[in-house]
């Protein structure tokens, strides 16, 4: 199984700014811009691919698993040239015709994380 992480580095600015006044009424103010970084991105992608006919399989990714985030997104590519976007954790996906395909699954949580994985699928009757 393949994973490809994207940690892009996000930057969150903050502006502190300190106000001083002494007893006799002067006032001053003295202001600075911060920036500090996200957390790291930390997302696992997981899936399993559950034959359920001869073309038909059902995949599972409720092992995919983020650490202080949540995943708000997955998109499926059964490797049939055709996907599915949305969220669904266990979409069940009839091949139209048996064969080789190569699924991938990628995810993206609220934090701004994505990561990928990607594995075959065999549909073929057994002899």
Same mark, same amino acid.
């Given at each position: 199984? $393949? ?7 996000? /930057?969150?600015?903050? &502006?502190? /700014? ?13 202001? =600075?811009? =911060? *920036?500090?970084? #996200?957390? +790291?991105?930390?997302?696992?992608? *997981?899936?399993? $691919?559950?034959?359920?006919? +001869?073309?038909? !399989?059902?995949? #599972? ?13 997955? &998109? ?5 040239? &055709?996907?599915? $976007?949305? #969220? @669904? ?6 091949? +139209? /015709? @048996?064969? $080789?395909?190569? !699924?991938?699954? %990628?995810?993206?949580? &609220? ?7 990607? %594995?075959?699928? /065999?549909? *073929?009757?057994?002899?």
């Amino acid at each position: 199984m $393949a994973f490809k992480n994207k940690h892009s580095l996000r /930057i969150s600015n903050f &502006t502190v /700014i300190l106000y001083l006044k002494t007893k006799l009424g002067c006032e001053s103010k003295y202001a =600075i811009t =911060i *920036q500090l970084p #996200n957390p +790291p991105c930390t997302v696992q992608v *997981q899936f399993s $691919a559950e034959r359920m006919g +001869p073309k038909k !399989v059902q995949f #599972n990714s409720s092992l995919s698993a983020t650490v202080n985030d949540s995943i708000v997104s997955r &998109t499926w590519k059964f490797g049939d040239n &055709t996907s599915l $976007a949305g #969220n @669904q954790v266990k979409p069940v996906k009839e091949y +139209p /015709i @048996q064969g $080789a395909y190569t !699924v991938c699954l %990628k995810v993206k949580t &609220t934090n701004g994380c994505e990561a990928e994985a990607c %594995k075959p699928v /065999i549909l *073929q009757d057994s002899k």
